[in-house]
């Protein structure tokens, strides 16, 4: 996968979890101590492949109006954290996704839930292959180690509108 920027590229693994986006907000951190671009990608695979021929087809959705879903909703998720990133969403297995991706990045950052108290973290089989194969460092991002950020202030001016 080729990138057309002379600036760094910095990928953010993006599902719809709290762990994601507090990897796309420490990562939008990192992008402006190095300059970079922030990619979010969003992998994504349709369900039907996956249910059984006999399955009742009422419940089935179409590979395109799941993929629609698919993409507004990464939208939403990326927009509450950044709004002028557009998300890429890419079909396939999540690992294979993002190691395509991120070829020639700076880096690759991913979320990992918090475990249940008293219980250590684990990878999951996705974190574990890209921790092993990415072509670029990773770093893995907790929701507890992401503050999150309070609400920009604003100036805000009242005036009165004359009555009469």
């Given at each position: 996968?080729?990138?057309?920027?002379?600036?760094?590229?910095?990928?953010?693994?993006?599902?719809?979890?709290?762990?994601?986006?507090?990897?796309?907000?420490?990562?939008l951190g990192e992008a402006r101590l190095r300059d970079a671009v922030i990619q979010p990608v969003h992998a994504w695979q349709w369900s039907g492949q996956h249910r059984a021929s006999y399955a009742p087809m009422g419940t089935w959705r179409s590979h395109d109006e799941e993929?629609?879903?698919?993409?507004?909703?990464?939208?939403?998720?990326?927009?509450?954290?950044?709004?002028?990133?557009?998300?890429?969403?890419?079909?396939?297995?999540?690992?294979?996704?993002?190691?395509?991706?991120?070829?020639?990045?700076?880096?690759?950052?991913?979320?990992?839930?918090?475990?249940?108290?008293?219980?250590?973290?684990?990878?999951?089989?996705?974190?574990?292959?890209?921790?092993?194969?990415?072509?670029?460092?990773?770093?893995?991002?907790?929701?507890?180690?992401?503050?999150?950020?309070?609400?920009?202030?604003?100036?805000?001016?009242?005036?009165?509108?004359?009555?009469?």
């Amino acid at each position: 996968m080729t990138h057309n920027t002379s600036r760094p590229r910095i990928v953010v693994g993006v599902s719809h979890s709290p762990a994601a986006t507090a990897a796309l907000r420490w990562a939008l951190g990192e992008a402006r101590l190095r300059d970079a671009v922030i990619q979010p990608v969003h992998a994504w695979q349709w369900s039907g492949q996956h249910r059984a021929s006999y399955a009742p087809m009422g419940t089935w959705r179409s590979h395109d109006e799941e993929y629609a879903a698919a993409r507004e909703q990464t939208r939403r998720v990326v927009a509450q954290v950044a709004p002028s990133l557009t998300p890429i969403v890419a079909h396939g297995p999540p690992a294979q996704v993002l190691l395509t991706h991120c070829e020639g990045a700076e880096m690759l950052v991913l979320g990992i839930r918090n475990p249940e108290p008293g219980t250590p973290v684990a990878a999951t089989p996705v974190l574990a292959a890209l921790i092993m194969s990415a072509p670029c460092p990773v770093v893995v991002v907790s929701p507890k180690s992401v503050p999150r950020p309070a609400f920009p202030s604003y100036e805000v001016t009242l005036s009165v509108a004359p009555t009469g």
